[in-house]
């Protein structure tokens, strides 16, 4: 059974830096591209970044992360980060992780609340 786990989130100062992991299982992290999504109160989810499958390392993002933040791959331990740095109020949302080619079910993904 394919399986994504978000964790990682939490309360965070606007400026400061939060790092987001998913865990895989049933699966190699690298088989499948993998994305970050979020979604805001009231607001549907929207793709915040993705990796690519196949032990391939292409990395693409959303046009508001603007270099903010880093996906990256652990092979060893089975787990795709999102690093985000610079963070602002409007990048609160649950965060989620899942396969890009087709949707596997969502998580509860992992609340971030950027805020003073």
């Known amino acids: 059974q394919l399986q994504l786990v978000e964790s990682g989130g939490g309360l965070v100062q606007p400026g400061g830096s939060l790092r987001l992991s998913c865990a895989a299982s049933g699966f190699p992290v690298d088989y499948y591209a993998i994305g970050w999504f979020r979604q805001a109160p009231g607001k549907e989810r929207t793709g915040v970044s993705c990796?690519?499958?196949?032990?391939?390392?292409?990395?693409f993002y959303a046009d508001f992360v603007e270099g903010r933040f880093t996906t990256s791959r652990d092979n060893a331990k089975n787990t795709v980060y999102l690093q985000m740095n610079s963070l602002k109020p409007e990048d609160t949302a649950v965060y989620y992780c899942?396969?890009?080619?087709?949707?596997?079910?969502w998580g509860q993904g992992t609340q971030v609340t950027v805020s003073s």
């Open positions: 899942n396969l890009v080619t087709h949707y596997i079910p």
């Open positions: 990796i690519s499958g196949r032990g391939g390392s292409t990395i």
